[in-house]
């Protein structure tokens, strides 16, 4: 199933890898490997929540997106955002576009009208989601789907970083959902060499684990 096409402007890319690099939001460790909750080890950790505390990063984060959506998706209604890191992007995003936000649960409350959507959302509203990271894109994907599934209508899924998964590639194209981040793992690995924060012998490891990261430091 194809999808669109939608493409990050370039120099922005580097300048938000360079910032997340920067207040330690992504921090690459490959002689070190972090341990993350599934278990793998990995030269790589993300934590795109600490941008929030940053206004200037974050405002050129919400630009970011909201120039996305300028230009690839003009028609969008609703801007949703994935619980949680994604929320509050989602809402300088929809202030800047001046459109309404919702947000969607990775689950529904467990009590009173047992939402999964907060927010107003309408049948046929055309919606834009916002995530901090996409990993595997299976959460992401969820969030789409319920949108979908609420009656609107999921036209893309917008990221602050992408490990560039394989895998999420395919999840996303079996379901003709596009996506984009503002910046990846391959320019991060980029412009963290550039400024020496690691070394030229470290990048064929890092291209490995993304390559294939269940065997990566075995």
Not at 14 to 28: P, R, S, Y
Not at 80 to 87: D, E, H, L, P, V
Not at 102 to 131: M, P
């Given at each position: 199933?194809?999808?669109?096409s939608?493409?990050?402007?370039?120099?922005?890319?580097?300048?938000?890898?360079?910032?997340?690099?920067?207040?330690?939001?992504?921090?690459?460790?490959?002689?070190?490997?972090?341990?993350?909750?599934?278990?793998?080890?990995?030269?790589?950790?993300c934590?795109?929540r600490?941008?929030?505390?940053?206004?200037?990063?974050r405002?050129?984060?919400?630009?970011?997106?909201?120039?996305?959506?300028?230009d690839?998706?003009?028609?969008?209604?609703?801007i949703?955002?994935?619980?949680?890191?994604?929320?509050p992007h989602?809402?300088?995003?929809?202030?800047?576009?001046?459109?309404?936000?919702?947000?969607?649960?990775?689950?529904?409350?467990?009590?009173?009208?047992?939402?999964?959507?907060?927010?107003?959302?309408?049948?046929?509203?055309?919606?834009?989601?916002?995530?901090?990271?996409?990993?595997?894109?299976?959460s992401?994907?969820?969030?789409?789907?319920?949108?979908?599934?609420?009656?609107?209508?999921?036209?893309?899924?917008?990221?602050?970083?992408?490990?560039?998964?394989?895998?999420?590639?395919e999840?996303?194209a079996?379901?003709?959902?596009?996506?984009?981040?503002?910046?990846?793992?391959?320019?991060?690995?980029?412009?963290a060499?550039?400024?020496?924060?690691?070394?030229?012998?470290?990048?064929?490891?890092?291209?490995?684990?993304?390559?294939?990261?269940?065997?990566?430091?075995?």
């Open positions: 199933m194809n999808t669109p939608i493409r990050t402007n370039p120099q922005l890319s580097e300048n938000i890898a360079a910032a997340l690099l920067k207040i330690g939001a992504v921090a690459l460790r490959p002689q070190q490997p972090f341990t993350w909750t599934s278990g793998l080890k990995s030269p790589i950790y934590d795109n600490l941008t929030i505390s940053y206004p200037e990063i405002d050129m984060i919400a630009e970011g997106f909201a120039s996305l959506i300028r690839n998706y003009p028609d969008a209604e609703v949703a955002g994935a619980a949680t890191g994604g929320i989602a809402a300088w995003v929809a202030q800047k576009l001046n459109l309404p936000m919702v947000y969607v649960r990775d689950k529904a409350k467990g009590h009173g009208k047992e939402n999964l959507i907060e927010g107003a959302i309408h049948a046929g509203q055309k919606t834009v989601v916002i995530e901090d990271l996409i990993s595997t894109g299976g992401s994907l969820k969030v789409a789907l319920a949108v979908n599934d609420a009656g609107a209508k999921a036209l893309g899924v917008l990221g602050i970083f992408s490990y560039q998964f394989d895998k999420a590639a999840a996303f079996s379901t003709g959902i596009p996506f984009e981040t503002l910046t990846n793992y391959s320019v991060l690995v980029d412009v060499l550039r400024q020496g924060a690691i070394q030229a012998s470290d990048v064929e490891a890092l291209k490995a684990w993304r390559a294939n990261p269940s065997e990566y430091g075995k």
